[in-house]
């Protein structure tokens, strides 16, 4: 148990553990697939022909592994009201857990939650450490993929 | 299905692997990843704006990388080997014009039936050398 930091208002600490409500669902279809795609230059065929996705044992054209933090309506920690005194916020990081293959024609919703506020002294001052877990679930209320991100404030 | 799926075999602890570059970045790109992405934070597409907040210029999203991260694991590791976990953490900032290349130390190896899990520790590096994000992933490879 470590003292609570003063640069962390309680109101703020006691947000940690709160959720988004489940966002709108999304149906995956080819068009955004391709546009993710070509976004970051893949040639994997599995992403724009039905074929070579079947042959690689997908039931349609195959989303991209990290697809439900592109296109599906998701939280981020801005969405939960932090009240922090540094207002510049960066990503810091990114990381999934891939649990089911995505592709097109599911249907897909996020919850998004707070799981951590915490203070750091940087080499350029104060900084906040925020962190925030999306849960990603199809129609058949199979979760799929967990992502968990962080937000860096200065 | 790529005929050039790995084998969990080939992998020690120590390993480093190459596996693939993206790029160069262009504008284009980020304007796609940008409309699918639903992130309209203008530091992403609008220079302008960008420059107007001390920026060298557009900056390429964190996700878009961690996605070309993704991609460069699936091509590598082919039709049989399934992504079980990957991360990355931003040190930097990345602008149009960026190539980025993904290599791999493996630092460690678990057997499974069937196969089994290389842990790697990855390391994106970008035309003049420089790390911006490092990341570390889990694959799942056929015997």
């Known amino acids: 148990m470590t003292e609570p930091d003063p640069f962390i208002s309680a109101e703020t600490r006691a947000l940690v553990g709160a959720s988004t409500p489940v966002g709108d669902p999304r149906l995956v279809d080819r068009n955004t697939i391709r546009q993710f795609a070509d976004a970051i230059g893949s040639a994997n065929p599995a992403f724009r022909d039905e074929a070579a996705a079947r042959a690689a044992g997908f ?32 990503r810091g990081g990114d990381e999934c857990e891939f649990l089911l293959p995505i592709q097109e024609g599911d249907t897909l919703t996020a919850q998004t939650t707070l799981t951590d506020v915490t203070h750091r002294k940087g080499g350029t ?22 992502s968990r991100a962080t937000g860096v404030w200065r | 299905m790529s005929p050039a799926t790995h084998v969990f075999g080939e992998f ?8 693939g570059s993206r790029g160069p970045i262009t504008t284009e790109m980020m304007a796609h990843w940008a409309a699918g992405s639903g992130d309209f934070n203008p530091i992403h597409y609008d220079k302008t704006e960008a420059l107007r907040q001390g920026l060298p210029d557009v900056i390429i999203a964190g996700p878009m990388k961690f996605a070309m991260l993704l991609d460069c694991l699936t091509d590598w590791a082919g039709g049989q080997a399934f992504v079980k976990q990957a991360r990355t953490r931003y040190l930097g900032m990345d602008t149009p014009g960026t190539v980025f290349t993904f290599t791999a130390k493996v630092v460690a190896v678990e057997p499974l039936a069937g196969g089994g899990r290389v842990m790697l520790d990855v390391t994106v590096t970008n035309q003049e050398g420089k790390v911006n994000t490092t990341g570390s992933a889990t694959l799942e490879l056929p015997a």
């Open chain 2, 12 to 19: 020690h602890v120590g390993q480093e692997i190459a596996l």
């Open chain 1, 125 to 146: 001052g104060d900084l906040v450490i925020s962190t925030f877990e999306t849960r990603y679930t199809n129609q058949r209320g199979e979760v799929v993929m967990v």
């Open chain 1, 59 to 90: 039931g349609g054209i195959a989303a991209p592994l990290s697809f439900p933090i592109y296109n599906v309506p998701n939280g981020i920690d801005r969405d939960f009201d932090l009240k922090l005194s540094v207002q510049r916020r960066v």
